[in-house]
Each structure stands twice: as structure tokens, then as C-alpha cells.
């Protein structure tokens, strides 16, 4: 097979892959970083306390060993879907908090770990599945994928909160990654 018959015969899988990690963990990211001045307003916190958010990141790692054998035992569309219905109940939480910054790194680390199911570690196995000699550049796309989403979408966050607020914009988020997941589950 030809390295452009095997773009043809995988795009799907690759679309799906692309779709599902850009619009998870990677994604989160970006994203942080525009909710992050709203919080620290709202709540009164420091932004020295609010850098503690990147040690819940040490935290997670010791479930990523845990994520990859389930997809290995369970298959990417099953691990995913668990990772896809669980997420929103992230942005629910994001959404209720009434301040207490321990709660928030809490739900950033559950956060953190749910998304870990929809992120590229669960779908670079889809490409590797299928792709073989264009395997380096399908994965390329998967992981650039956060990162061309969250160019309009950083902004676009920025002007829903200044509209609806951020409690509001973190539960359209977590709509809009809901019906993302679920069509890349799909």
C-alpha cells in the first residue's frame, strides 16, 4: 500500500484521533490559562498559590501506567468513552466551586486524570493501529490538533466569559467536549 492509499484508507481513524485528543487534555492546557485571571479575581487567590496547579501534574502520573494497560485489555473506543462520559463532571465541578482552592486542585487533578482517558495516550494506539508508513506524520497531527483548536478557541473563551460568566463558560466547555468525545467515539 502506498503511503497516500494509507492516508485514504485511515483518515478516519486519524479525524477521530485528532478530534478526540484536541479537544481534551492537551486542550486544558491552553484553556487553564484563560479561566485562570477569573478565578484569582473571584476567589482572592495569589497567583503564586494558583502556580501550584502544575505540582497536581506529578500526581497523575502514576495512573498513565494504568490508562495505557487498560486501552491495551480493553481496546481505545471503551477506554475513551469512560474517559469522555467522566470529563464533563470535571467542568460541573469547575463550575460549582465556591472557593476553596484545595477543592479546585482536586478537581484539576481528577481533571487531569479522566482526561488522561481522551488525550494521546489512549489515541496514538488508534494510529498505530492504523498507520504504518505514515505513522510519524498521523501522530504529528494528533498533536498539533490542541494546539490549532485552541487558537480561536483561547479567545473565544476569554469573550464567553466576559459574557456569561465563567461558571456558565466552564459548562459550555464541557458540553462542547462531551459532543466532541462522543463523536470521536463514534
Same mark, same amino acid.
Given at each position: 500500500?502506498?503511503?497516500?492509499?494509507? +492516508?485514504?484508507?485511515?483518515?478516519?481513524?486519524?479525524? &477521530?484521533?485528532?478530534?478526540?485528543?484536541?479537544?481534551?487534555?492537551?486542550? $486544558? &492546557?491552553?484553556?487553564?490559562?484563560?479561566?485562570?485571571?477569573?478565578?484569582?479575581?473571584?476567589?482572592? +487567590?495569589?497567583?503564586?498559590? %494558583?502556580? *501550584?496547579?502544575?505540582?497536581?501534574?506529578?500526581?497523575? *502520573?502514576?495512573?498513565?501506567? %494504568?490508562?495505557?494497560? $487498560?486501552?491495551?485489555?480493553?481496546?481505545?473506543?471503551?477506554?475513551?468513552?469512560?474517559?469522555?462520559? *467522566?470529563?464533563?463532571?470535571?467542568?460541573? @465541578?469547575?463550575?460549582?466551586?465556591?472557593?476553596? $482552592?484545595?477543592?479546585?486542585?482536586?478537581?484539576?487533578?481528577?481533571? #487531569?486524570?479522566?482526561?488522561?482517558?481522551?488525550?494521546?495516550?489512549? $489515541?496514538?494506539?488508534?494510529?498505530?493501529?492504523?498507520?504504518?508508513?505514515?505513522?510519524?506524520?498521523? *501522530?504529528?497531527?494528533?498533536?498539533?490538533?490542541? &494546539?490549532?483548536? &485552541?487558537?480561536?478557541?483561547?479567545? #473565544?473563551?476569554?469573550?464567553?466569559?466576559?459574557?456569561?460568566? +465563567?461558571?456558565?463558560?466552564?459548562?459550555?466547555?464541557?458540553? %462542547?467536549?462531551?459532543?466532541? @468525545?462522543?463523536?470521536?467515539?463514534?
Amino acid at each position: 500500500m502506498s503511503y497516500i492509499d494509507e +492516508w485514504r484508507r485511515s483518515i478516519r481513524p486519524l479525524l &477521530a484521533a485528532s478530534l478526540a485528543t484536541g479537544t481534551s487534555l492537551p486542550l $486544558f &492546557a491552553y484553556t487553564n490559562s484563560v479561566f485562570a485571571p477569573h478565578l484569582i479575581k473571584e476567589f482572592g +487567590w495569589s497567583r503564586a498559590q %494558583f502556580a *501550584l496547579i502544575g505540582v497536581t501534574m506529578l500526581l497523575t *502520573l502514576p495512573i498513565l501506567p %494504568f490508562v495505557g494497560r $487498560f486501552t491495551d485489555k480493553m481496546g481505545v473506543r471503551r477506554v475513551a468513552l469512560i474517559g469522555v462520559l *467522566l470529563m464533563p463532571l470535571g467542568f460541573i @465541578g469547575y463550575a460549582t466551586m465556591q472557593g476553596d $482552592f484545595t477543592s479546585y486542585l482536586v478537581i484539576f487533578t481528577a481533571v #487531569l486524570m479522566v482526561g488522561s482517558m481522551t488525550g494521546p495516550l489512549v $489515541f496514538s494506539r488508534l494510529i498505530a493501529a492504523n498507520f504504518d508508513r505514515a505513522q510519524g506524520l498521523a *501522530l504529528t497531527v494528533i498533536n498539533c490538533t490542541p &494546539a490549532v483548536l &485552541a487558537m480561536p478557541m483561547a479567545p #473565544l473563551l476569554n469573550m464567553t466569559i466576559e459574557a456569561y460568566g +465563567w461558571r456558565s463558560t466552564y459548562l459550555m466547555l464541557g458540553g %462542547f467536549v462531551l459532543v466532541c @468525545g462522543l463523536i470521536a467515539v463514534a
